[in-house]
């Protein structure tokens, strides 16, 4: 086995001495634990889901409009959305009547709505929480 110039070195996590593996060539930051690896795991996804939190925004819509049409398609029902419908999509409670909407914007516009409301009721939430 060949020697590795770099020597022994702390594990970014547990903070415990170990000896890197040398075809990592300097790139290794674990002991090589489960738990370690992990952990560091979850912190890469955690920074990563951070960078790129727009990209699920995107998609979130996309999905869920082509979800509620998809079970639109399924029922043969074009003009009419029941409240049925809607309920599993929903996340907050119901303050705006999602049927009234539905029916005279339209699925789609209906989706966006509540989405929105949903990103307003958060942000206002966590804006009281910082007054108090």
């Known amino acids: 086995m060949a020697k590795n110039s770099r020597g022994k070195r702390p594990c970014c996590i547990c903070r415990k001495w170990f000896q890197p593996d040398v075809r990592q060539k300097g790139r290794q930051k674990t002991c090589g634990a489960p738990g370690c690896m992990n952990e560091q795991h979850r912190r890469r996804c955690e920074k990563w889901n951070k960078k790129n939190k727009d990209q699920f925004k995107n998609n ?3 999905e869920k409009i082509e979800a509620v049409e998809n079970k639109r398609d ?10 049925e419908q809607l309920a599993p999509l929903r996340k907050t409670k119901p303050v705006l009547p999602w049927e009234i909407i539905a029916n005279e914007f339209g699925i789609k516009p ?8 949903y990103q307003i009721i958060n942000q206002a939430n966590g804006r009281t929480a910082g007054f108090t």
């Open 74 to 83: 399924k029922q043969c029902q074009k003009h009419q959305v029941s409240l």
């Open 110 to 117: 209906a989706i966006i709505i509540q989405y929105l409301t």
């Open 60 to 62: 979130y819509l996309g």
